[in-house]
């Protein structure tokens, strides 16, 4: 085991008298001009360098929720770092991470925060002052430190820059999920209107990815007018990216998943199958979708199946259409009942299935049979 992952997550819980400030530093170096990310400077630099970080961490303790928002984006932090992030890195690095304060020690004028990290483990996080909010400790905030470590094996040293209330950045993050989500919302009406200003095309054939999603969207929504114009939309950039990506004709794919589901991401049959394209819970786990309800999960393994069983009876029979055919089939009723019965099954279910998915399908690529 490498020496950073020793330090994080071998160490046991502190003992009680940590909260009452009783301990010593505990392995941590009061001197601040001894810190890594200072070592090797001019005596000027290391002063000058001190005094800032300990104005910094002085700060902290004084700052405002929206003080605490603009020293994150101005640090351009996006998301809590997980433990990772701290067992790996060599030379310095500034992170906010998402811990319960523990409790704290005081030496003279200098503190020191212990906190327990989500994944596992203890970082001690050196400070001039330990916000007031702090100072009873078992408290769930997000900070954001300043580290350093010399090398892999070696201790991280951490300052604290900035602190919030974990119950605030929760709050704030749904609200930013929720501002995002209406954007994209705007953002799809807004796409749709502006495709609805143009003549649409009088089948969904030969269009460009980037040209295609709001024709799609429309349809899909046409289909299902209970989905959202950000849901249909999403479901539209699902099926076109999926199917660029594993080579399947994006209508073949809005002709299966019409048919299975109606575009209704939250179907379910008598038999337990899911989502856009029925998924079994069995196929879906040897696809690998984690939540056959979601969408863009769905679609994954909606796309690489049928790709897969494409590329089965192309390869054994030579002809497109009969692998089509039998593509569809073993979709279906699974390619075990397609080899037993040595072509499409004589089951009423399937036999419809195969027969509306290719009208379907021929419709969209504007073609009779």
């Known amino acids: 085991m490498r020496g950073a992952e020793r330090w994080l997550s071998g160490r046991k819980r502190p003992p009680a008298k940590w909260v009452r400030g009783e301990s010593p530093f505990s392995g941590s170096n009061p001197d601040l001009s001894a810190s890594p990310f200072l070592f090797g400077f001019g005596r000027l630099v290391r002063t000058v360098a001190a005094a800032v970080l300990l104005c910094v961490a002085a700060l902290a303790s004084a700052q405002t929720f929206d ?9 351009g932090i996006r998301e809590a770092a997980g433990v990772e992030a701290l067992e790996t890195f060599v030379g310095t690095r500034t992170v906010e991470v998402a811990a319960r304060v523990c409790g704290f020690s005081r030496v ?3 503190s020191v925060l212990l906190l327990e990290l989500p994944e596992g483990g203890y970082l001690d996080v050196r400070t001039s002052r330990v916000p007031d909010w702090m100072s009873g400790g078992d408290v769930r905030a997000r900070l954001i430190v300043k580290a350093a470590r010399a090398s892999e094996q070696g201790p991280i040293d951490a300052f604290l820059i900035g602190a919030a209330a974990e119950h605030q950045m929760a709050a704030w993050e749904e609200q930013e999920r929720l501002r995002r989500k209406a954007a ?18 009088e089948r969904l054939a030969d269009l460009p990815a980037s040209e295609a999603t709001p024709y799609y969207a429309a349809f899909i929504r046409k289909r299902n007018p209970r989905l959202s114009e950000a849901e249909a939309w999403r479901i539209a950039q699902g099926v076109i990216g999926f199917s660029l990506k594993y080579g399947v004709d994006a209508r073949l794919v809005m002709a299966m998943v019409l048919v299975e589901s109606g575009f209704n991401p939250n179907a379910t049959s008598r038999a337990g199958a899911m989502g856009l394209g029925q998924l079994m819970p069995g196929t879906a786990r040897g696809m690998g979708v984690t939540n056959a309800y979601d969408s863009i999960d769905n679609l994954y393994g909606t ?30 009723a699974g390619s075990g009942a397609v080899r037993r019965y040595g072509g499409v099954p004589p089951y009423r279910e399937t036999q419809s299935y195969v027969r509306k998915v290719v009208a379907v399908y021929d419709a969209l690529c504007g073609r009779r049979r």
């Open 303 to 332: 796309v690489r199946l049928i790709r897969g069983h494409l590329e089965k009876y192309t390869g054994k029979t030579g002809d497109q259409y009969q692998a089509l055919v039998l593509a569809l089939a073993a979709y279906n």
């Open 184 to 201: 994209e919302e705007s953002a799809a009406r807004r796409a749709a209107r502006t495709a609805g200003a143009k003549k649409p095309p």
């Open 108 to 110: 003279g004028d200098k």
């Open 67 to 75: 003080e605490y928002l603009r020293l994150r984006r101005t640090i």
